[in-house]
């Protein structure tokens, strides 16, 4: 099975559902065996699901502020007051 995305958007969601099934099969083997190789994994992969939240977060943020510096003129300072 071929997985394309056609945005970022998409990416980031394919990123975290991967991000998820990893932590939580790395959490199973904790739970398992919990030995220190399996502890770095756990690290491993909650820090990578808080990096790929991270880049959905900067990129909502982003587009927010492109929306907001086209329809807020007074931010550039030019204002029609008589």
Avoid: H, W, Y
Avoid at 28 to 33: G, I, K, L, M
């Amino acid at each position: 099975m071929s997985l394309t995305s056609t945005s970022l958007e998409d990416s980031i969601l394919l990123d975290f559902a991967a991000a998820c099934a990893d932590l939580a099969e790395a959490k199973q083997a904790v739970r398992t065996e919990d030995t220190p190789a399996a502890r770095v994994r756990l690290q491993a992969c909650v820090a990578l699901v808080d990096a790929v939240l991270d880049l959905g977060n900067a990129s909502v943020r982003g587009q927010r502020r492109s929306t907001a510096t086209l329809s807020a003129p007074e931010a550039t300072g030019s204002s029609n007051t008589s």
